[in-house]
């Protein structure tokens, strides 16, 4: 222990702190001069003190219950000791245990020795217990030479000085963090409008290119106007709403060439009374980004070729086969017509899969109009009765509607039909059911909309399928059964209604697909008709019709009828003009009506033409001649229906309304007979 | 097929093609249509040449669009400079919108995606051909 040590040094520091104490002993002990004979005879347990008594001789000679409490090891000399491990009986000891514990760096500890090997202390040491608990120690000499030692528990006020210690590093590194942050910040009083900088980190002014200088003390609108000119109606609602927003700024500067600039603003502080703007040049960010979409887009352009190679490959062979075939038939002497046929088939398979690469490449642009997504629906009913089968029951549950939507009835249509193959598969041969709804509801954002949900009771799927199903290209089926670009393709569409899906399945049970659509703000395009059309012609309300007539009063009259029934006419005065018409029109065309004799191009050659590019198009042919024997049925198109003239308005309505709910070609025919007969 | 064609079969045809295997093909098929009077140029610059010397004799230029020296739109640029109304049908490989766009903004009579079948053939012409006579009814 170092007090025993009595090297030279150390006696000198001795000497002269000897000497410091006579100078300091009458100014230090009054207060803490008690009467220990006093003390003792009252009993000091009564002092709220930890108090220790050593006599001249350094004997313990008194402990309070406080004290040991504090120290257990404290007992006084000559007292039996039970079971004590260590205990300390004198001062030598007690200053020996102090010192172990102390984590003082004594400063204010003074020890020296009197005549005769006694000591004279006065310290006051902080000294850590067990259990991190802290306790100042103060030895005060006495006049007669004893000692007298009180404890005090300083543990709470240790450790909120250790706080504060801790906070003052704590924003030295937050005020350190800030200067050397990559991203410029700057700190405004929000409370007036100029909204003052009151302080700017270095990334900030290299950023703006200005000193701090002219930056604090400054209108934030300095930053603002530099880098954020266009944006400023942004800003503003930002301010004025005291919300917190983010803001990106293209900028091309002459010094930089062209940056991103991101700036966030947040509003703080106690009644908003401070404006923090992070800014920050993401331009590395936004380049990387583009990059990956890049990249991404690649990816899956790969995978569609992948998919699609196979496909081609084989219709590659089919043409080279019957090429071959072809070939030698002609050495032979043999009709090669069948043989042609087979490669022209094949080649339309060829485009139908570019289409197919290209749709997906690209988004179509198709343009969205309002429509009633409840007719929609109901209308492709028609359509899945025969593509699901008599094993599969179909229940409609159709908001009665109108709910209107933008979109077209196309992207509708295929979503629900992709929706119900999957489904129709998912069941397999044992059959079951699909429920088709169309509600009203808002989403979770609260936005208006509605839900089209198609649920089956089928296999269902397991997680891990679920996470994948939208992939392109992913497929359960069996190979040639499925392209896997189903799903995908339903995704992309819904993206483009600006619309969620969701899809929740449990195996064995069954698949719920739900598809959330927004509500259209706009209301459906009223086509010119009057109002006796509404209450009938829902079928054909809003679909688009060409009408090519060389009598001009006749075409007029058709013009009215079919407007009433609430369709978009497009007139013609021959075959070219017909063409010319649906060449010029961007929009779906869902029926052709047309004389068989006209000027320039007759009616056969021009549905056949226009079969070519609107396949879709249900063709109606109208003739002056009652009879229908003189123009061959082989030459008609397979959906074609044909109708005599006069035509009345009832049966015209009648039949475009069965074509289109789709009545089979067998049934054309009956249609047909029973308008000519009807007419005649 | 012929007896329909009677309204384009007398349509006099500049095709502009810098392929000679497009060119005789877009031939075969024009004389399917009944379409006698063919002429061939094989870049804009002989296209220019021809109308040049021959205006009277051109109904309908079919042009492709992605040529070497000069591209479809222009020539026809270069054309409707001189001949503000002459029929020009692009041949395009492109089917995206935005060349569909540019070949309608740039004034093309009509405009017809490869790869394409005669019938595609005759309906352009049929369309170009009913645009003439509506011109010159109006």
């Known amino acids: 222990m170092f007090i025993h040590s009595k090297k030279t040094p150390f006696d000198n520091y001795l000497q002269r702190l000897k000497t410091w104490f006579h100078a300091l002993r009458p100014r230090l002990t009054p207060a803490f001069n008690l009467d220990i004979e006093w003390i003792l005879g009252h009993g000091p347990e009564s002092l709220d003190l930890s108090l220790v008594f050593f006599n001249r001789d350094g004997d313990l000679v008194a402990v309070n219950e406080r004290a040991r409490h504090i120290l257990p090891q404290l007992k006084p000399k000559n007292a039996k000791c039970q079971a004590c491990i260590e205990a300390i009986d004198n001062l030598k000891s007690f200053i020996t245990f102090v010192f172990d514990h102390s984590i003082d760096p004594h400063m204010q500890t003074h020890l020296f020795w009197e005549k005769e090997g006694r000591y004279t202390t006065i310290f006051r040491e902080i000294i850590q217990l067990q259990n991190n608990q802290f306790y100042i120690i103060r030895a005060i000499p006495q006049k007669n030479g004893s000692t007298l030692v009180d404890m005090t528990d300083i543990t709470d006020i240790k450790q909120n000085a250790d706080h504060l210690f801790y906070l003052g590093q704590h924003n030295k590194i937050l005020a350190e963090a800030i200067q050397t942050s990559r991203d410029g910040i700057f700190i405004a009083d929000n409370t007036q409008a100029v909204r003052k900088i009151l302080f700017v980190n270095q990334a900030l002014s290299l950023l703006l290119n200005r000193d701090c200088e002219e930056l604090i003390g400054h209108s934030s609108s300095i930053i603002f106007s530099q880098e954020f000119p266009k944006e400023f109606d942004e800003i503003q609602d930002i301010l004025k709403s005291k919300s917190n927003g983010t803001i990106w700024s293209f900028r091309d500067r002459k010094s930089s060439g062209k940056i991103w600039l991101e700036m966030h603003l947040i509003t703080c502080g106690v009644n908003g009374n401070l404006l923090i703007g992070f800014l920050a040049d993401r331009t590395q960010e936004r380049q990387q980004q583009d990059r990956l979409r890049q990249t991404q887009r690649l990816e899956a352009i790969g995978q569609l070729v992948g998919g699609i190679a196979h496909d081609f490959n084989n219709i590659l062979a089919i043409i080279e086969g019957y090429a071959h075939m072809a070939q030698s038939s002609i050495k032979r002497g043999e009709d090669i017509t069948p043989k042609l046929e087979k490669i022209l088939h094949a080649t339309q398979r060829g485009s139908g899969l570019t289409r197919q690469l290209l749709t997906f490449g690209k988004h179509r642009i198709t343009e969205h109009k309002t429509i009633d997504i409840c007719a929609v629906v109901r209308d492709v009913e028609g359509l899945l009765h025969p593509l699901l089968g008599v094993s599969i029951r179909l229940i409609m549950d159709v908001d009665k509607g109108p709910i209107y939507i933008k979109a077209t009835s196309d992207i509708i249509t295929q979503i629900v039909m992709n929706l119900c193959i999957n489904a129709r598969d998912a069941m397999k041969d044992d059959g079951g059911e699909i429920h088709l709804t169309v509600i009203r509801s808002k989403n979770r954002d609260e936005a208006e909309g509605c839900y089209l949900m198609i649920a089956d009771t089928g296999c269902g799927m397991s997680r891990e399928v679920m996470d994948k199903i939208f992939d392109p290209f992913f497929t359960t089926k069996e190979q040639g059964k499925g392209t896997g670009l189903g799903l995908s393709m339903v995704y992309g569409l819904v993206q483009q209604l600006k619309g969620e899906i969701m899809v929740d399945s449990t195996p064995k049970l069954g698949t719920c697909f739900s598809i959330w659509i927004p509500q259209s703000q706009d209301q459906p395009e009223k086509t010119d008709h009057s109002l006796s059309g509404l209450d009938q012609g829902e079928v054909l309300r809003g679909k688009t019709v060409v009408v090519a007539e060389d009598e001009p009063d006749l075409l007029e009259i058709m013009q009215s009828t079919l407007a009433e029934f609430g369709m978009h006419v497009l007139t013609a005065h021959n075959g070219n003009e017909a063409l010319e018409v649906q060449d010029n029109y961007d929009g779906e065309i869902d029926f052709l009506l047309t004389d068989m004799v006209m000027p320039e191009l007759g009616g056969l050659r021009l549905a056949e033409l226009f079969h070519e590019i609107r396949p879709h198009a249900h063709v109606v042919f109208m003739s002056g001649y009652p009879v229908r024997g003189e123009i061959s049925t082989i030459d008609l198109p397979e959906d074609a229906v044909f109708m005599a003239k006069p035509i009345l308005k009832e049966n015209l309505k009648t039949i475009m309304e069965n074509i289109y709910r789709g009545q089979s070609t067998q049934a054309q025919s009956r249609w047909i007979e029973t308008a000519t007969r009807t007419i005649n | ?138």
């Open chain 2, 1 to 138: 097929m012929t007896k329909a064609n009677d309204g384009i079969k007398h349509l006099k045809v500049l095709i502009v093609d810098d392929q000679l295997e497009v060119r005789s093909m877009l031939r075969g098929m024009l004389s399917e249509l009944g379409i006698s009077q063919i002429f061939e140029a094989a870049d804009g610059k002989e296209a220019m040449q021809f109308t040049d010397n021959a205006m009277d004799m051109i109904d309908v230029v079919i042009c492709d669009w992605n040529m070497p020296k000069m591209t479809g739109i222009e020539l026809l640029r270069q054309m409707r400079s001189v001949y503000p109304d002459v029929p020009f049908l692009m041949v395009t490989g492109r089917s995206d919108m935005d060349s569909v766009t540019q070949a309608k903004a740039s004034g093309v009579t009509a405009y017809i995606r490869k790869p394409f079948s005669p019938a595609h053939l005759e309906i352009k012409l049929r369309v170009i051909k009913s645009k003439i006579d509506g011109a010159r009814v109006a």
